[in-house]
């Protein structure tokens, strides 16, 4: 896997935690009303991130085998938890971070194959 590809499979992981990151915040910003969620920028900046990151994934996929592409994009796992901690003040536990540690020798691991 080139490093550009990889990083672009990195981009896509970031966006995709930034999606839920702009969704959780409008949700908590605003309840959970449809209509208040529909017309939340928020929400609306969600759907942007998941957007490109669709755009970068159909790019990813057009150059490398998915069973390569898909274990990578796991990083996002890892994003994932962090986000939760910086943003929303979350408690992660040793064993959760046991576990994204574990993710990220997998992810090494898929990569270099």
């Known amino acids: 896997m080139s490093v550009k590809v990889f990083g672009l499979i990195v981009l896509n992981a970031l966006l995709l935690v930034a999606g839920q990151i702009f969704w959780k915040m409008g949700i908590v910003a605003g309840g959970s009303g449809w209509w208040r ?16 990151a669709t ?41 959760r971070w046991v576990g994204a540690v574990l993710i990220l ?3 090494c691991l898929v990569a270099r194959s």
């Open 105 to 107: 020798a997998g992810i």
């Open 55 to 95: 755009a970068i994934w159909f790019y990813v996929l057009a150059r490398v085998p998915l069973s390569q592409a898909l274990p990578v994009q796991s990083i996002g796992y890892i994003f994932g938890v962090a986000a939760g901690m910086l943003f929303f003040q979350e408690t992660v536990s040793i064993v």
């Open 37 to 52: 969620l529909l017309l939340s920028p928020l929400v609306w900046l969600g759907f942007g991130c998941f957007g490109l």
